[in-house]
């Protein structure tokens, strides 16, 4: 795996269970440079042993990182303390088995990780339905009853003035006088690290009753 492979993987839902955690921890500007960095070793290891495709596997990722790691920390032990006794290398030996334990129960049981997402695969596919289900010229009434079958409130108004009714990184969805809007915000139950997410729905409907702009996004609600 070379580092286009796996600044590929980024992209993919499955790496942003690693990607998102560690740079919402980090802080860092370069969070995705660094998150390269960091899992590269264990991705050039597997991609190099019999059967490669296992380097997308990220628990197969994060256990082999964690078993570098180890072994690295070890070998800086080894070196630090190469005139300590025999007694006193054990020891250290006994020390470092809980934190490679529990980085490998993480690795191999990811519902046990506080910092792995919960819910993002359901919450791309309700987000896909929603948007399938309420395609543009759709009439009002019938978005109404997708909304509801749903089981989604909303709520619905008539503009009386020209104006901007949403404005996003996507775009702005401008209304005239006697457009109808059908919104709606409500809370999923997504998780990601400190994140929950919202799923945010605004429909507009122009004066023949048939949608002429939406829009169908999550909207992540962190500290």
């Known amino acids: 795996m070379n580092h286009d492979?796996?600044?590929n993987l980024h992209r993919n839902s499955e790496w942003s269970r690693v990607y998102i955690p560690c740079a919402l921890v980090t802080k860092?500007?370069?969070?995705?440079?660094?998150?390269?960095?960091?899992f590269s070793p264990g991705g050039i290891v597997l991609s190099i042993l019999p059967g490669s495709e296992n380097g997308d596997s990220i628990p197969a990722l994060l256990g082999v990182n964690s078993a570098l790691y180890s072994i690295l920390a070890f070998?800086?032990?080894?070196?630090?303390?190469?005139?300590?006794?025999?007694?006193?290398?054990?020891?250290?030996?006994?020390?470092?088995?809980?934190?490679?334990?529990a980085m490998s129960?993480?690795?191999c049981f990811p519902s046990l990780n506080?910092?792995?997402?919960?819910g993002m695969a359901e919450l791309s596919r309700q987000e896909l339905e929603l948007k399938k289900a309420l395609p543009l010229n759709m009439g009002l009434d019938d978005a109404r009853g997708?909304?509801?079958?749903?089981?989604?409130?909303?709520?619905?108004?008539?503009e009386r003035v020209e104006?901007?009714?949403?404005?996003?990184?996507?775009?702005?969805?401008?209304?005239?006088?006697g457009d109808r809007v059908l919104s709606s915000r409500f809370r999923t139950s997504a998780t990601d690290f400190v994140c929950g997410y919202d799923m945010n729905i605004?429909?507009?409907?122009?004066?023949d009753e048939r949608l002429k702009e939406r829009y169908i996004h999550r909207f992540p609600i962190c500290p």
Do not use: M
């Not at 800086?76 to 490679?100: E, G, H, T």
């Open 202 to 207: 605004i429909l507009l409907f122009g004066q």
């Open 105 to 107: 129960c993480l690795a």
């Open 163 to 177: 104006g901007v009714i949403f404005d996003g990184p996507d775009g702005k969805i401008k209304a005239v006088p």
């Open 114 to 118: 506080p910092l792995w997402p919960v």
């Open 75 to 101: 070998a800086v032990i080894l070196l630090r303390f190469r005139n300590a006794q025999a007694a006193r290398l054990r020891q250290i030996a006994i020390w470092l088995v809980f934190p490679v334990s």
């Open 5 to 7: 492979q796996v600044s």
């Open 28 to 38: 860092y500007p370069g969070g995705e440079h660094l998150s390269v960095g960091v």
């Open 146 to 158: 997708v909304l509801r079958a749903k089981g989604v409130e909303f709520q619905e108004s008539t």
